[in-house]
């Protein structure tokens, strides 16, 4: 009885086995067939089509290599630059793996891959990450002219955005300075203007203070001569009544 169940499991697990079997054969075979559609219409330069033929690849073996770097390429060709990268960087950090599993080929694909990846770096203007990947793809193959090429204009790409950067951060300070300088004129102005307006309010007020008093004392000096009229006045007319008094 115990060795009928025994057998009855290995017949099961043998069973499960080559259903298993089966099934990744019927997944690799699909696989196969989308890469091999896509790589159809990327001929015809159909990158749309090409695109969704290798995404139906991915979704069957989201390990697929070749799928992942043919996107890629498809992408490119639409001008499709930050989804391009995304599947670069995804096999750049299976460079590992993929260098185990298959050495040779893998290698040159790999440096395809870097080489990809500083082409959209130079159409996105940033060239330190050309530089980068250029160089990761001659580490790759270092036989490969084009990367190298593409290296040195990259490299002088790169020097003459750092000088520029470099001028306007020089200008942006020399601006800066400028703009200090004129708020102290500025300011500098506005304090002269201010200690004018202020001495001249002083001139104004001491003016004003000047004709009160001079206003005051012609006044004054009016109702002193008015009084001396008037007592004048009255000792000549004192006077004379004493005169006629005596007359």
Known sequence: MMNRLNTERRISAILVALLLCAGSVGAQKAERKNVRDGNKQYRKDNYTEAEVAYRKSIEVNPRSAEGVYNLGNALYRQEKYPEAAEQYQLLAGQGERLMQEDPDNNAQ??????HNLG?????????QKSVDAYKQSLRLNPIDDETRYNLALAQKLLKDQQQQEQNQDQNQDQDQQEQEQNQQEQNKDQQNEQKK?????????QMSRDNAQQI??????DEKDTQEKVKKAQMEKQQSRKREKQW
Do not use: P
């Not at 694909?109 to 870097?114: D, E, G, Q, S, T």
């Not at 307006?197 to 007020?205: A, F, K, L, P, S």
């Open 109 to 114: 694909r790999l440096a395809h891959v870097f």
């Open 216 to 221: 005051l004392d012609a006044f004054l000096q």
């Open 197 to 205: 307006t202020q001495e001249e309010q002083q001139q104004n007020e």
């Open 119 to 127: 082409n959209i770096g130079m159409k996105t203007q940033e060239y």
